[in-house]
């Protein structure tokens, strides 16, 4: 995601480094997240790709984490560090986390909370890592990791229902014109990954029937799409509307899929020294979500500051698309969502067949939220 920059003045004292995916470290500590980050990520990546993953595939994983931009920040000690939150994308399935940080709804609860923006194929590795505390992510790339042994867990659904159609340029009439062509995706275990194998399902084709070519986020696939260097792939509003207003063609809609979207995600071995945080965190989405239902016009505002969309019309169908979808203030998972990934799984990976939905979410922290605590 592209960000403006701000270049600090010189300081003196002590110096840190941001992270390309927004993590912060001390340069006293930079060479030992580096060396942590090497073996973690090696670990995720295995989790995530198999025992098989080849060794230019992990250091491109790890360079994409380990760029950095220096700035200079003037440090002090402190007990804890603010809470990490990241978010993954720029499709306003992210909404509820922004509008939560833009009301102000962190600060009200008590809890300084630190909102990232991130690649949605570092993320899980970053929280296994503890890099970061809490993830805003679908489904899919939890499952996976939980499944591969993890402790990966979702404490809060936020959104229930898949919002992707797959486009295709405007000559491609029929899903056997796909056929050959090159489709963009993610990295295996992504969300984007999960959902382009879900549209090529429901259309009747295979991966094998097309090119299947790594690109990113959603972000990446659409900007691939206007550019002509991919023929199909997914979109999400407000990029999708955008799309169809440049002749892309929908060749499925997934709305009716049964899925898990984007929850709040923190490890499982981490819930007892995060839990004073992560009520207020929660009560401070639910915040946001109530602000979105009732103030259109700020939430218009806050979907185009985060996805850099400026069109009126196209904001405006942002919102009403999500609106229909419904972000859920009772913060609960979807069961039926999660075993439909679980059922999509199983076919590559065995442990998906014995699961059940309710392994994947504790709610103890939803609870507490409900119940006034």
């Not at 993830?135 to 042994?149: K, Y």
């Not at 023929?231 to 990029?239: D, F, N």
Request: net charge positive; with cysteine.
């Amino acid at each position: 995601m592209n960000q403006s920059r701000k270049e600090a003045p010189p300081r003196t004292g002590r110096t840190a480094i941001r992270l390309s995916c927004g993590l912060r470290a001390s340069v006293f500590l930079r060479h030992r997240l580096i060396g942590n980050a090497l073996l973690l990520i090696g670990m995720a990546f295995r989790m995530l790709f198999g025992a098989e993953a080849s060794a230019a595939s992990l250091q491109s994983l790890l360079s994409s984490m380990t760029q950095a931009e220096v700035t200079l920040a003037q440090a002090s000690p402190r007990a804890s560090r603010p809470l990490r939150v990241a978010y993954l994308s720029t499709s306003a399935t992210m909404a509820s986390l922004w509008m939560a940080k833009e009301i102000g709804g962190f600060a009200k609860e008590g809890v300084e909370v630190e909102v990232l923006s991130m690649a949605s194929s570092v993320a899980i590795p970053a929280l296994i890592a503890n890099e970061i505390d809490a993830v805003q992510v679908s489904a899919a790339p939890v499952i996976t990791a939980s499944l591969r042994g993890h402790d990966v867990v979702f404490v809060a659904g936020l959104l229930n229902t898949m919002i992707w159609d797959f486009y295709a340029r405007p000559e491609i009439k029929s899903p056997e014109q796909l056929k050959g062509k090159l489709v963009g995706t993610d990295r295996p275990a992504t969300p984007v990954a999960y959902g382009t194998l879900v549209a090529l399902k429901k259309m009747g084709l295979t991966p094998k029937d097309v090119q299947l070519f790594p690109l990113g986020s959603s972000a990446q696939v659409v900007a691939a799409l206007h550019s002509g260097q991919i023929i199909g792939g997914l979109g999400a509003p407000p990029a999708s509307f955008v799309l169809e207003r440049a002749g892309f063609r929908s060749m499925v809609n997934l709305l009716d899929v049964p899925y898990q979207n984007v929850g709040i995600v923190v490890r499982r071995s981490r819930m007892d020294e995060l839990g004073s945080r992560l009520v207020p965190l929660l009560r401070s989405v639910r915040a946001g979500i109530d602000r979105y239902y009732s103030d259109k016009p700020f939430a218009m505002k806050v979907i185009g500051k985060y996805t850099k969309e400026a069109d009126a019309d196209v904001l405006d169908k942002t919102y009403e698309f999500y609106r229909r979808a419904g972000f859920r203030r009772e913060l609960v998972i979807s069961e039926p969502g999660v075993q439909g990934i679980l059922d999509f799984l199983s076919e590559t990976i065995p442990e998906a067949k014995k699961a059940a939905p309710g392994q994947f979410f504790d709610d103890r922290f939803v609870r507490q939220v409900n119940s006034g605590k």
